[in-house]
């Protein structure tokens, strides 16, 4: 960069040269920048200048600027963090962008399984092998989204999962969750390990459908409290988690000897100053805790034995079904067998679940047996499913094979790391357009109109590549040695 004197227009003043060929610009008072194939481009300050220089001297008029003008359009200015998040256009790449975001115990919480995590493998394997089959000529221009679950509207065909300790992800935690699923128009389940309390929930998120999701503890008391608590505050439904006996051997979480709030120590240290942003909340912010238990120093692999009840049966069940008078949901279920025994208690749906991978290793998906525990229910108990849907392809596909609801959990927890609230909405916003996509190049108007017919499980075999036919020199005496030999 360097000064020059002045430009040719009806009067001089000092403006910079540069040696670059891109355009700038402004309005007439203000920066113009200029271009022209064979000149480099005039940045000029104008002050009152009604005219604008043309680079080969002349002058141009403002009009005929103003017209050149509306076709060079400056790209909209992005926040850093919602440009960060615009590059990411799938979960798998939140998830990469997010293990960058906060420390390796936090990442490997939400990313790890139990044990060997072989069902954590098996659950996208399962979903890998989904092939689909499309219907052609069909209108789709504008499908149809929403879905009903529990009697009322989602907008999309998906839910948020109830998930622990969400501040640890992100200082904004449940709360960032909880208004990005009220503007999408989909429910949101708070979990009893939360790190906000039913009630400041409600407070600080008033619209939205809230769920609550509920371990029956060995203090029968406090459970019962806990229930009536989330009454009171307004929830729509309770969610019972009944495939939590113990806790499942996290590993990951064991040996990075993760607690709620995190201790300091010499990894800690040496760890913040890799994520400083994270830890300036975590030392700025209101103190991590559990909102319905309160500080827990142990690890946290410790705390679901201390607090589960592993002598819960279906009459305990059967207890909740009578303290909650609105819609019970049953989470957990990994057989039809068991299908059948929990419908006989009554509640208004069922979750097929492993967990995620995070409690008992080597279980099936709910893919495995949603058409025997589908069999198993009563009209009027809805089937719902989650574990391990990360694409909005994996959505569409369990509406397929019979299921009335998605829940979602990961998914939205990469963008509750990689960016909090805005995180969550562009989780939210990659599922919408996949499964919106999804649908419309099925050939399906709605999402109920996707059927078994559209999806077969199993990548199918590629088909054997013919031989070509043979030529006239391996028709010779010296070709056919190697056409046996191939066969063979």
Not at 31 to 43: E, F, K, N, P
Not at 102 to 117: I, L, Q
Not at 289 to 318: C, K, Q
Request: charged share 20%.
């Amino acid at each position: 960069m360097w000064w020059c004197e002045s430009i040719r227009i009806p009067y001089s003043f000092p403006c910079f040269v540069h040696d670059t060929r891109c355009t700038l610009w402004l309005s007439r008072v203000g920066i113009v920048a200029l271009r022209d194939a064979q000149l480099s481009t005039c940045v000029i300050v104008v002050h009152r200048a009604r005219y604008v220089a043309n680079p080969r001297g002349s002058v141009m008029t403002e009009s005929r600027w103003r017209q050149r003008a509306a076709l060079m359009r400056p790209a909209p200015i992005r926040l850093s963090a919602q440009r960060r998040l615009e590059r990411a256009l799938t979960i798998a790449e939140l998830r990469s962008l997010a293990s960058k975001r906060v420390p390796r115990a936090v990442f490997d919480y939400v990313d790890g399984g139990a044990d060997a995590e072989i069902t954590l493998r098996h659950n996208r394997h399962v979903l890998d092998q989904v092939t689909f089959a499309p219907t052609v000529l069909a209108d789709v221009a504008t499908p149809k989204m929403s879905v009903s679950a529990l009697g009322m509207t989602s907008e999309l065909p998906f839910a948020l999962a109830p998930t622990g300790f969400s501040r640890l992800m992100h200082h904004a935690g449940e709360v960032a969750v909880a208004q990005a699923a009220a503007r999408a128009g989909i429910p949101y389940a708070l979990a009893t390990m939360g790190t906000t309390s039913p009630e400041d929930l409600v407070s600080e998120v008033p619209s939205g459908r809230k769920w609550f999701q509920l371990y029956i503890w060995k203090d029968r008391e406090a459970t019962k409290q806990l229930v009536q608590r989330a009454a009171a505050a307004g929830y729509e439904a309770l969610i019972v988690t009944v495939d939590s006996a113990v806790t499942g051997q996290r590993l990951r979480d064991v040996r990075n000897g993760l607690a709620i709030p995190p201790g300091v120590t010499a990894r800690t240290v040496l760890d913040a100053a890799r994520h400083p942003n994270w830890w300036l909340a975590f030392l700025t912010k209101e103190p991590l805790r559990f909102a319905s238990l309160g500080r827990w120093d142990a690890p946290l692999a410790e705390l679901g034995n201390l607090l589960y009840d592993a002598t819960v049966t279906v009459e305990d069940i059967a207890w909740i079904r009578a303290l909650w008078k609105g819609p019970l949901v049953i989470k957990g279920v990994s057989s039809a067998r068991d299908a059948a025994r929990v419908a006989a208690v009554g509640p208004d749906a069922i979750v097929l679940s492993n967990h995620g991978g995070r409690q008992l290793d080597q279980l099936p998906h709910p893919y495995d047996f949603i058409d025997d525990a589908r069999a198993q229910l009563p009209a009027g108990v809805e089937l719902w499913v989650d574990s391990g849907f990360s694409t909005g392809a994996d959505i569409i596909s369990a509406y397929a094979r019979g299921a009335d609801l998605v829940l979602v959990g990961r998914a939205y927890l990469y963008g509750l790391m990689a960016g909090g609230l805005i995180g969550v909405e562009r989780a939210i916003a990659i599922l919408a357009d996949e499964a919106r996509r999804t649908l419309q190049l099925l050939g399906c108007a709605s999402v109920r109109d996707v059927t078994a017919a559209h999806v077969r499980r199993g990548i199918p075999e590629r088909p054997a590549i013919p031989e070509p036919l043979p030529s006239a020199s391996a028709a010779s005496p010296e070709a056919a040695p190697l056409r046996r030999d191939h066969h063979e």
